[in-house]
């Protein structure tokens, strides 16, 4: 049968089905292979070396901007603020003894907004980058307030009574706290004594000694609460908290004249006047 198109339509072949009926079946794209386009050889070739010459640059310029930051950004100067239980050349060996401690960018982004871990005594460590050589490290110490002897280790706590650390080591320059009693010391939770308004009489206590320049050894706390600082084998009994910084502002003045001496200063009738403090030597 001739299957050239008719009026336009597509070329196609007609079949007879088994009941006699003719279809017409037009002839399509389907199942014919696409001629794959023809690249030369030399074409292939030149895309692969501009790739791989693209890729030598990118590793030439990373390679560079390494040594760059390397050589640039070298620490030679360190200065160091905030630390209190550790000494600048303690702070500068912990940030600077691992990998990359001696590139003060690195150091700068390592210690931007992160707590320490690990460290007693220290909540985080900030490093600014000062010139390319040189670098500021702002220590933030947490803030304790003094400590409780328990269990052979030393149990500091904060302002709030919350026990921040628990230490095998002594640091000076925090005062022991006696007097006081407790059944349990659970670490970052409030030291469970049944008058909580101590800790403020301690916190208030370490600040004026502060600000006086006196760190006592120990402060005891008797069955009324008055105070009595230790510092060595001399002690001041200051009594209740009337005039409690002029106590210790007289203390400053006359601790020196103790000094090889164990007794007792007098302070509980002081009233910020005069010379009604005594000393009391201890018996031999």
Known sequence: MDSRPVNGKKKGRSVVTSTGSRLRVLEGN???????????????????????????AVLAVAVSCILYVSDHYHVETIYVEGNIHYTSEEIIDLV???????????????????????????????????????????????????????????????????????????????????????????????????NQDIFKKILSMTQILSKYGISADKIYFDSASEMTLYFG??????????????????????????????????LEGYTGSGDNVSFEQDKP
Do not use: C, W
Request: cysteine-free; aromatic content about 8%.
């Open 233 to 266: 084998d001399v002690r001041a009994k200051l009594g209740n908290d009337d005039n409690i910084e002029e106590k210790v502002g007289r203390l400053q003045q006359i601790l020196p004249a103790a000094e090889g001496k164990k007794g007792v200063f007098r």
């Open 96 to 194: 600077t003894s691992q990998r990359f401690g001696d590139n003060s960018l690195f150091l700068s982004l390592k210690y931007k907004n992160k707590g320490i871990q690990g460290i007693p005594f220290i909540e985080k460590m900030d490093v600014k980058v000062l010139s390319p050589d040189t670098i500021r490290i702002i220590v933030y110490e947490k803030s304790v307030a003094g400590y409780v002897e328990y269990l052979d280790r030393y149990m500091y706590f904060d302002r709030d009574g919350i026990i921040v650390e628990a230490s095998e080591m002594k640091t000076a320059g925090i005062p022991e706290i006696t007097g006081i009693s407790f059944d349990q010391v659970i670490l970052y939770e409030p030291l469970p004594v049944e």
């Open 30 to 56: 389907a199942g014919k292979k696409k001629k794959r386009a023809h690249v030369p050889e030399s074409l292939e070739g030149k895309g692969k070396m501009i790739f791989a010459a693209a890729a030598i």
